[in-house]
């Protein structure tokens, strides 16, 4: 055979192409004709729960038409979906411990949130905003400067009693988004629910919208001052009986 001949051969063309040995099955034919072995019944045998169309089994806690165990067990409790909220909790001890090792740094006019927080790995996920707790305060040696979702009265007092500021700011879902990736060019957020209107316009609990965070805040948006006297007008109107 001449070298011509062996090179034409080995050529790939589109006649000569095909499926390797074994990858491919002919089609399985049923229900027509007996002499096939699969006619009639096509295989599933007479009758019963598995002859049947669809996939022959009930779905998931199926038991036959007896009440399933899930219904034998009292219901008990309810999750509030609404208003129900995880915070990402973070102790005075973990930030501390990251202040000390340089990896958070804070100042009156850039204060510690929750981008700082992620970032830095101090939480891993900041849920639905973060809530500061005042365990172990005695390890917070300097005055941070934080401004989280909520705060415990013993952190407040802790971080107040070094020197520092904790202002609680209000967030929702798309608002605490553009905090933790850094985006400015949406207006944040505003409280709408009463409780959240009473929580964050109450001093007590540092809510930024109170009129003693307001005068002592180093930097407040105008629209802080607004929403601030417009939340708060209900508690000095008077109404006519």
Sequence with gaps: MSAAARGSATRVHLFSLHPSAGSKQAQKRVGRGRSSGLGKTSGRGHKGQKARSGNGKPKAGFEGGQTTISKLFPKKGFTNSISGKTYAPVNLDRIAHWVEQGRLVSSPEKPITARELVLSGCIHNAHDGVKLLGNGSEHLKVPIHITPSRASKSAIKAVEELGGSVFCRYFNRLALYDCVKGRTDRIDAAPTRRQDIE??????????????????MPIVQERWRELSEQLTRFKTEEFKR
């Design 199 to 216: 929580w964050y316009t109450n001093w007590k609990n540092r809510g930024y919208l109170a009129p003693e965070s307001i005068a002592k």
